[in-house]
């Protein structure tokens, strides 16, 4: 791959810089946060030599990453805890069935409580025609 130039600016003031054909765009990408890290210096601070601006620019996002590669490794960690927490779950044997039981009713008592419905129908009906009557 052959090399080109990029301009790209940072804090203000324009750079020309070399990358390889392809790459334009990490590279404009990794211009524009630095940018965004001068433009706030250049704001709290003004007009500031142009090495230093790069320098407090550059370890401004050095501190952003260093917090955000610790917030990552807390998160690999936990991740970790989790993983092994479902390891050892998945480990462990199924639990036993529960056991329910089911009230069964004998035919005979369906038989006798169907038998009184019945009655309590036939008097029923005769209580009504005695009414009605």
């Known amino acids: ?51 230093r601006m790069l320098l407090m620019a550059g370890l401004m996002l050095a501190d952003k990453t260093a917090g955000l590669e610790e917030r990552l490794r807390e998160a690999q960690d936990k991740l970790k805890a989790v993983e092994g927490e479902l390891s050892e779950l998945k480990a462990q044997p199924a639990p036993a069935p529960e056991k329910v039981e089911v009230a069964v009713i004998p035919d005979d008592l369906t038989d006798a409580l169907a038998e009184i419905a019945a009655r309590a129908e036939a008097l029923a009906n005769t209580f009504d025609e005695a009414q009605a009557g």
Not at 3 to 14: A, F, H, L, P, T
Not at 20 to 29: D, I, R, V
């Open 1 to 51: 791959m052959s090399q080109m130039e990029v301009e790209i600016k940072i804090g203000g003031r324009s750079f020309e810089v070399a990358c390889q054909q392809g790459e334009e765009q990490y590279l404009l990408s990794a211009a524009q946060l630095l940018d965004t890290e001068a433009q706030v210096l250049v704001t709290q601070i003004g007009r500031m030599p142009e090495a």
